[in-house]
């Protein structure tokens, strides 16, 4: 095939003229005939469609009443009427069972449609709801006939429908003479182009034949050959051409000598400077490793700064909150003891809020810290969002009271529960930006808002809003409050590093979002930010707390085993504090000084849960721990680190060791309590328990009911006197107490036979009388 085209191709112009100009001309009169030939065809279908669907029309209009009657003698007129169309086959009209009631065919009324596509087209009208559309289908088409039908509809309701067929000969007829038209002009508008296209063709070749000849000659050597410039347009233009190609030619033999010479000398100018490149090249490769090492050299000055940093960051971490830990807990255990006279707990009060006021310092400092050191990363895990909000906002409640403002909540009901991301870093936050509402709030109150504002398969953006009606921010000043240890001039009495709404932006960044600041002066501010989480990939509880959370742990439950349990810690102080809070509830408490000590200890005494220190002298916690798995049974003692690190890769580091879980320093007693039940599936005895396992023995019946009993008086008077320890005052109070009440008699004295003071103090406590309210003279 490519070949005979390119024989074709190869043609003299004469042959390619007059077969290119028959062939171009037979396309474009074929293409023009068939175009009118379907035109034609389309044209008359399309106008015996709309006479069909003008007669179906009428037909179903004319037969709707009828159909409603059931009156078939009607029905059969109408059908009559269609007659006069002399290309009709036929008509019919059909109920909603497609059984045939009237048709022009009087054999056919009475028979049911059988063929697939009536079927269909019945199934389609049945099934549909309305409104019905009043439309025409064709259901059948051939060369010979068109079948269309139409609904019978009244008030949108289908009533049934027609059908009319068609005739369709005539319009072949019609097709079949034009296309007999068509045929008979192409074949004469071919022979007349084959005839133009030879004479013009004859004329034009006879002029390059000339053309052709002169060349000719040109070869032979004839130097004063010319081109003949008379004839056709473009064949003389062609020779004038050739004439000034004939003259170019000898200028430019000339200039090509002249060429060849600056030629010779371009050459050696190029010598020249392609060695000057290759000497500044190398200058420049020097220049490039100069460079290079400079700043390698300056990378790894950056890189040993930021390590230095951290190095510093994790050494301050665990030298800030060792001591901190011993003086938290300490002062903790001290407020609960019965033993402390109430002055004595106030000052120890005092002591413990300065302590976490300055643990809240040292974790301002050590965050902003890890930030410029780039060591801050998300620790993203599922949690319940809706539970981190209640119980920030239970928090900053007490606050809210204390100052006598109100703290609400406004959800949208669209706010997601579980949800995977940071929860530490969201609770920092909203923890920062609540206690700044609230400190700078004299009257009125704070609203916290949540809404989700994007919501796709996988990704979240929710939308936080705090408002408050404080004293509100300069606009001028709106931007500096985002900076370090920047303080305004409302906050200069207020405690704090300046340092919270820094690390909070910080945050909010590094979970995708920003945070925005309006605010009016004397009228209040609102902080809004938005952040990027995804939905919780695993299906964690969405339990509430148990009854039990928050209560004072009194000792281990009646049928606990003896645990034995191990501590490793080198601080003296922190050993009397982990010490002192195990036994007190219960466990068997042995102290190991370092880690080696620690290994000989498991060997020896064989403990079920150890708690230990991760930077100890000798032997450090990583090293004691991996050690002690490697030991007969090391694999099932549950090994729980206590470290002060703030670094994310250190806390993995504990854990990658072989430890089971990790508590942060510094640590609450009912946190040791709360990770030992979870590993030893333990449990305790707390002080609400108390009262539901005394009225189960009949000497004994002590209730809140017989408690509320008292006046607001005696609650006072006892609370007072069990907190100083004062026997005499107590029994003093249960003889006063009316013969009625000889359950809360017995309960009473059997706990001061006891001398458990604690006890007394933690029942008043359910009454809603907190220690402040208590101890009101």
């Known amino acids: 095939m490519i070949k005979t085209v390119q024989n074709i191709l190869n043609q003299s112009i004469r042959n390619q003229l007059i077969w290119g100009a028959a062939s171009v001309l037979t396309i474009i009169i074929t293409v023009f005939a068939y175009l009118t030939i379907h035109n034609h065809s389309q044209f008359l279908h399309q106008k015996a469609v709309e006479e069909s669907q003008n007669r179906s029309l009428m037909l179903a209009a004319n037969s709707q009443v009828w159909v409603m009657a059931n009156d078939y003698v009607g029905l059969e007129e109408v059908i009559t009427n269609f007659k006069v169309y002399q290309d009709l086959i036929y008509a019919a009209v059909m109920n909603l069972d497609g059984k045939v009631i009237a048709h022009t065919d009087q054999s056919r009324i009475g028979q049911y449609i059988s063929d697939e596509s009536r079927l269909n087209y019945l199934k389609q009208l049945l099934a549909q709801t309305p409104p019905l559309q009043n439309q025409a289908v064709i259901i059948s088409q051939t060369r010979d006939y068109i079948d269309l039908v139409r609904p019978i509809l009244h008030n949108n309701q289908f009533l049934g429908w027609v059908e009319l067929r068609t005739d369709q000969s005539e319009r072949q007829q019609n097709i079949a003479q034009t296309i007999r038209n068509s045929l008979i002009f192409t074949a004469l508008a071919l022979l007349i182009s084959i005839l133009i296209a030879f004479f013009l063709a004859e004329n034009l070749t006879k002029q390059l034949y000339q053309l052709i000849g002169t060349m000719r000659r040109v070869r032979n050597g004839d130097k004063n050959a010319i081109a003949d410039e008379d004839g056709v347009v473009e064949v003389s233009q062609l020779s004038q051409e050739f004439n000034l190609m004939l003259n170019s030619l000898k200028r430019n033999e000339q200039a090509l000598q002249q060429s060849q010479q600056e030629l010779r000398e371009d050459i050696q100018q190029r010598v020249k400077v392609e060695k000057e490149i290759r000497e500044l090249n190398e200058n420049l490769e020097n220049i490039v490793k100069d460079r290079t090492e400079a700043l390698q050299i300056q990378k790894e000055k950056a890189e040993a700064s930021n390590h230095a940093k951290s190095i510093f960051l994790a050494n301050m971490s665990h030298e800030l909150r060792t001591p901190l830990n011993a003086i938290l807990g300490f002062s903790t255990l001290l407020t609960q003891s019965a033993d402390i006279p109430e002055s004595e707990k106030d000052n120890l009060k005092i002591i413990n809020h300065s302590g976490e006021h300055l643990l809240q310092l040292i974790n301002d400092v050590l965050d902003m810290s890890k930030i410029e050191a780039g060591r801050a990363q998300l620790d993203n895990e599922d949690f319940d969002l809706g539970e981190l909000v209640r119980n920030t906002v239970e928090m900053m409640k007490v606050r809210a009271d204390e100052k006598g403002i109100q703290l609400l909540v406004d959800q949208n009901s669209k706010f997601p529960r579980l949800i995977h991301g940071d929860v530490a870093k969201l609770r920092q936050i909203l923890i920062n930006l609540l206690s700044n509402a609230i400190k700078f709030t004299a009257q009125g109150g704070v609203t916290l808002r949540l809404e989700t504002v994007k919501d796709d398969a996988t990704h979240l953006t929710l939308y936080f809003e705090i408002e408050d009606s404080g004293s509100g921010i300069d606009k001028v000043d709106i931007e500096r409050i985002f900076k370090p240890f920047e303080?305004?001039?409302?906050?200069?009495?207020?405690?704090?590093?300046?340092?919270?709404?820094?690390?909070?932006?910080?945050?909010?960044?590094?979970?995708?979002?920003?945070?925005q600041v309006k605010s009016t002066p004397k009228k209040g501010s609102i902080f809004c930010f938005s952040i990027q989480v995804k939905h919780a990939t695993t299906n964690i509880s969405l339990t509430q707390n148990t009854d039990q959370d928050g209560q004072l742990v009194i000792s281990l439950a009646d049928n606990e085993p003896e645990w034995r349990i191990l501590v490793v810690e080198d601080q003296l102080e922190n050993q009397l504090l982990i010490q002192k809070v195990l036994k007190q509830v219960g466990f068997q408490v042995k102290i190991a000084e370092n880690g080696q000590r620690g290994v000989e200890l498991f060997q020896s005494w064989h403990p079920h849960f150890i708690w230990m220190d991760r930077r100890m002298p000798i032997m450090d916690g990583l090293t004691a721990t991996k050690a002690i798995r490697k030991l007969p049974g090391g694999d099932k003692v549950k090994i729980v680190a206590l470290t002060a690190s703030v670094f994310k890769d250190q806390r993995q580091e504990v854990m990658d060791a072989g430890s089971d879980d990790f508590v942060r320093k510094p640590y609450r007693p009912d946190e040791l309590y709360d990770c030992m039940a979870r590993h030893l599936n333990l449990h305790y005895r707390y002080a609400k328990d108390f009262i539901s396992e005394q009225n189960e023995s009949d000497s004994f019946n002590l209730t809140l009911e017989a408690l509320e009993k008292l006046s607001d008086k005696s609650v006072n008077q006892i609370y007072r006197a069990a907190l100083i320890g004062d026997i005499q005052t107590l029994n003093d109070i249960i003889q006063s107490l009316p013969e009625s009440q000889a359950s809360l008699i017995s309960g009473l004295r059997k706990l001061v036979d006891g001398y458990r003071f604690?006890?007394?103090?933690?029942?008043?406590?359910?009454?809603?009388?907190?220690?402040?309210?208590?101890?009101?003279?």
């Not at 001039?489 to 979002?513: D, P």
């Not at 604690?758 to 009101?776: C, F, R, W």
């Open 758 to 777: 604690d006890l007394i103090m933690a029942l008043i406590k359910p009454l809603g009388k907190d220690e402040t309210e208590l101890n009101i003279l």
């Open 487 to 515: 303080q305004l001039e409302n906050a200069a009495s207020q405690k704090g590093t300046g340092l919270g709404l820094a690390i909070t932006r910080q945050f909010v960044q590094m979970m995708g979002g920003d945070i």
